[in-house]
């Protein structure tokens, strides 16, 4: 299941337009964290996703939005610069569907503000960001249409077979472990947060089931 989650949108329209957009994909599960209360331009725009606009859930942080998902993906319209920049480090549409796709679980993708997008301490909750190539010349999309083309990319044409993915709960406890084990080698201490950043990224990129997460902590419990 696909959950839309919106980070204070400035403009009542384009979250009514958003809502239209998922109503074309039959993704009904809209969130919106903190943003412009929804007024009569919002219901206009949302069309026959009146429903899901009607229906959309409030967070007063992002956090609090996301807990009850298992994977999260953060857009960007802003590429890393560095190599080691695994905060902005973005794999595209189809590539982020081809390690979703055989999942059955619970995803969370998230859309930023339309002047500014999803600041560095937003991108680093999530397990996976996308970025939706444009043209250099013209780069800025309408957020309802980035939401169109991430929902047409993630849904049209996936065919694999499900499997039950990791929760982030399992996630997380994995993440510490390989802390653990990196603080139990002396891994050097000014190298850390990198490393850590890192992991995140790999860990939410690979899509780790939850028999693969049972097989890992085994192997990184004989560390210990």
Known sequence: ??????????????????????ANFNVKELRIVKGRETGEEAKRRAKHG??????????????AAIEDLDIIIATTG??????????????????????????????????GRENYGLY?????????????????????????????????SLIVGSKAKKETPASRRERELLRKE?????????????????TYQMIDRILGRAGISDEEFRVLMGVLKRTR
């Not at 299941?1 to 998922?22: D, H, K, Q, T, W």
């Open 50 to 63: 009146l429903a899901i606009l009607e229906e959309a859930k409030r967070f007063e942080d992002l956090p």
């Open 78 to 111: 802003v590429l890393a610069k560095k190599e080691k920049d695994w905060v902005r480090k973005a794999l595209g549409p189809e590539q982020v569907r081809e390690k979703i796709e055989k999942y059955d679980g619970r995803v969370g993708i998230l859309f």
């Open 1 to 22: 299941m696909i959950f839309i989650i919106l980070v204070e949108p400035l403009y009542g329209g384009n979250v009514g337009l958003v809502a239209r957009a998922m």
């Open 178 to 194: 390989i802390k653990r084990a990196l603080s139990d080698i002396e891994y050097p201490a000014h190298r850390r947060r990198k």
């Open 120 to 152: 560095n301490e937003e991108l680093g909750l999530a397990d996976m960001v996308m970025h939706i190539p444009t043209s250099e010349e013209y780069p800025v999309l309408n957020l309802s249409h980035a939401v169109a083309i991430t929902l047409y």
